[in-house]
């Protein structure tokens, strides 16, 4: 609709009406001030949807020109607003404020915004609104500016070989973006490429790629490259292209075949596990599934089971190996016939195959082989003690090579104890010691040596035998008396039982059980005395008449259960004491009746006890040495000060020999304040004295020759003091006590040296110490 045509049907309400433009205008501010009732939208302002096509090149455009019937002599001013004008995107439609014509600024796209929402609006010069807002509504028709797209560049299926026709493969698509009311996005497909075969359609509409003709053959064609297109206005427009790749799915359609009938090959005899060599086939179908991988099996030629066949991965070839040692002496060559197959079963329309077996000739080579111990171990037995020089078997080995002339030889290879002496020619095996038992080197009760048998072929091979002797026991030991000694009550049925028992150094069944009684040779213990069993081991000594207390001697017969028996009389101290009330020996009793039965466990307590007390008795006792000791020397270096060099102390007396027998009590040294005898004793000149007063120190000889009448004078007074200990009695001269922190003077010379000490505190012991500081600090 034109301007002018437009601008008629605006006016023409007006004109219906009666009312010219100028009284509409006059009549426009008593209408705008009327509010009591809602006002109609008058029909001039109403304006019908605009269509406006897509990528309209004449810019700026006229759209539409908008009035208002409410027009005053003063004018009106309009504007829109919206997507487009004051909204994104900006700028893609003005009008004229005085004019209301209504402009396209811009080239519109329909796949960017099909329709556009805008308000009108008609104010007066005041600004006062003259009509209500109204819509104007643009509408963007499209045009077939967009190619059809696919949605993917290559589509990929997959279809079994020899499908039947009108078997679907996949199913290609596109889009397109223009108006899908429209035959702008009507799309039609069709294959424009797929080779010379045609074995593939599509369905236009849908898109659907199906299998057109039968015939498909992996083998011969694996891979088709179909090109597809796709065109709006329903085949007549746009166009677009797209790969689709169809894979054929092998199936097993083709037999394995050997590349030709008869195969050897050659192995060694006793080789086990090693590979004998390769059979080769051919299969057309695909390599690595399951329709092209091998499976062999021996049919015919391998009664013993010596071959097996497997297949390798890799290369679908047939690996022969050997599983069992083959012996050249007895069969030197074999003749297989060997069958291959697919692992999955072939398809029911595919041909046989006249190639599926195959001959497989193997060869055994001959080679040395090594003696053999038909029995192995050698298993006999020897009675213990048998006499050096005695053969006891003859243990030989046999050489395979029958083929071949060769001579064994023989060496004892292990031979622990030395027992046993080897023919090298023959294999006798005799003693060379007596075999003794029990030894160490017996290993419940067998003793095992080993053999070594060699050929002298080149390089020669050997074998070895184990030979296992078992050493029979003899019965050459009477069973033992455990304990020989015991105490019992000597009141019958109050505790008056004593529980006996035997050990026997032979082993079963030499030992247990034994067998206890009292000696046939004396009857009359019959009448005081009864021996029961207990067990195999064990028997019970019971009193049958009230007994005095003392020492009895029973001779008991023990024997044995060996073949023949040994028996042995032996004699059982038994000490009788005085009962109790609940039928154990009285304390006092049991002491007095020990006292000459031997040694028995109580007297071992006893002895040992004894021996503890007195190693505790000698640790106090050097304890209280020590201690004496040191206040001794401490006391001497108080009283006598830088002086002390003038006296002659004797700090190393060891006693005076053996003949001195008189014992001292060492607790003197610890404690002598106990025992200081209440007259005055006489008193040393090199000790202190005990009221604490030291004494003048003696005159030094004027004279060298003095000085042995100065040394004998002190020995002298020393001797005669009964105040220190004689002279063979041991002196502790520096006891630290229990667990002392102190370390031993030993660790002290290990650890230093004349460099590590530090002689400057001799200085400070008077002139005679300070040379020895020069002398030694320097």
């Not at 006002?39 to 309209?56: L, T």
């Not at 026709?165 to 889009?175: E, K, L, N, Y």
Request: net charge negative.
């Amino acid at each position: 609709m034109g301007p002018p045509l437009l601008l008629a049907c605006l006016l023409a309400p007006l004109c219906a009406r009666g009312a010219s433009p100028a009284q509409a205008g006059a009549a426009a501010p008593q209408a705008w001030q009327q509010h009591e009732a809602p006002r109609r939208v008058k029909r001039a302002w109403v304006i019908p949807p605009i269509s406006v096509s897509e990528n309209h090149k004449r810019i700026p455009h006229l759209l539409v020109q908008i009035k208002s019937d409410k027009q005053q002599p003063g004018g009106v001013i309009y504007s829109i607003k919206g997507p487009g004008v004051d909204e994104e995107p900006l700028g893609i439609f003005s009008i004229d404020k005085f004019s209301g014509k209504v402009f396209l600024n811009a080239m519109l796209d329909r796949e960017e915004n099909d329709r556009y929402r805008l308000r009108a609006f008609a104010l007066d010069l005041g600004g006062v609104t003259l009509e209500d807002p109204t819509d104007l509504e643009i509408i963007v028709v499209d045009q077939n500016d967009n190619r059809p797209l696919f949605r993917q560049d290559v589509f990929t299926g997959r279809v079994v070989e020899g499908a039947e026709p009108g078997t679907c493969v996949m199913t290609v698509d596109a889009t397109d973006a223009d108006d899908p009311d429209t035959d702008n996005a009507a799309l039609r497909y069709s294959i424009l490429e797929q080779g010379a075969a045609g074995m593939f359609s599509i369905n236009a509409t849908t898109g659907e790629i199906c299998t057109a003709r039968p015939g498909l053959d992996r083998e011969t064609m694996g891979v088709y490259n179909l090109t597809v297109q796709a065109a709006d206005m329903s085949g007549d427009g746009l166009t677009t292209t797209a790969m689709a790749i169809i894979h054929l799915e092998d199936i097993n359609d083709n037999p394995p075949e050997f590349t030709k009938e008869e195969f050897s090959m050659e192995v060694e005899e006793q080789a086990a596990g090693v590979d004998v060599g390769k059979v080769f086939v051919h299969d057309k179908d695909l390599a690595g599934s399951p329709s092209w991988l091998a499976k062999y099996t021996i049919l015919e030629g391998d009664p013993e089971g010596a071959f097996a066949i497997r297949t390798d991965p890799h290369t679908n070839d047939g690996v022969l190996s050997v599983v069992k040692p083959l012996d050249h002496e007895l069969r030197d060559r074999f003749e297989l016939t060997v069958s291959v197959q697919n692992e999955q079963p072939l398809e029911a329309s595919a041909p046989g195959s006249p190639r599926a077996l195959a001959t497989v000739r193997v060869r055994v080579r001959d080679v040395n082989e090594a003696p053999v111990f038909r029995e192995n171990p050698r298993r006999i037995s020897v009675l213990e003690g048998t006499p050096p020089g005695t053969p006891i078997t003859t243990y030989t080995a046999s050489d395979p090579d029958t083929h071949q002339i060769q001579t064994l030889s023989y060496a004892l290879l292990y031979d622990p104890a030395d027992w046993l002496q080897l023919d090298p020619h023959s294999g006798t095996v005799r003693t060379k010691r007596e075999l003794l038992h029990p030894s160490a080197f017996l290993q419940g009760g067998w003793y095992i040596a080993l053999l070594l048998a060699r050929d002298d072929a080149e390089p020669p091979l050997s074998a070895t035998g184990t030979l296992s002797i078992e050493i029979l026991e003899v019965n050459d030991h009477a069973p033992q008396l455990q304990p020989p000694a015991g105490v019992l009550c000597g009141r019958p049925g109050r505790g008056g039982t004593l529980l006996l028992g035997a050990t026997d150094d032979d082993r079963p069944p030499h030992g247990a059980p034994f067998q206890f009684q009292l000696s046939p040779q004396h009857p009359q213990l019959a009448r005081n005395w009864s021996i029961a069993r207990f067990n195999v081991t064990h028997a019970v000594l019971a009193v049958l008449a009230e007994l005095p207390e003392g020492l009895y001697s029973l001779p008991l017969l023990l024997r044995d259960s060996g073949t023949p028996p040994r028996e042995q009389q032996q004699l059982l101290n038994v000490s009788v004491c005085q009962c109790g009330r609940d039928g154990s020996c009285l304390d006092g009793a049991l002491a007095a009746a020990t006292a000459g039965a031997g040694v028995t466990l109580g007297a071992l307590l006893i002895v040992l006890g004894s021996a503890i007390l007195l190693l505790v008795l000698v640790a106090l006792g050097a304890a209280r040495v020590r201690s004496h000791r040191r206040a001794l020397r401490k006391g001497l270096l108080q009283r006598s000060g830088d002086d002390m060099r003038d006296n002659i102390l004797n700090y190393d007396e060891q006693g005076g020999g053996e003949e001195d027998q008189d014992a001292y009590d060492i607790n003197q040294l610890r404690h002598p304040e106990l025992f200081t005898p209440r007259a005055k004793a006489p008193l040393r000149r090199d000790a202190p004295l005990s009221s604490g007063t030291p004494m003048a120190p003696r005159k030094l000889p004027s004279s060298p020759s003095d000085i042995e009448d100065f040394i004998n004078e002190g020995l002298e007074a020393a001797d005669s003091d009964p105040s220190v200990p004689p002279y063979d009695t041991a002196l502790i001269y520096d006891y630290e006590g229990s667990g002392s922190v102190a370390s031993p003077l030993s660790s002290i010379v290990s650890s230093l040296t004349d460099e590590d000490q530090d002689y400057d505190y001799l200085s400070e012991w008077g002139p005679r110490f300070r040379r020895l500081a020069d002398l030694y600090g320097h």
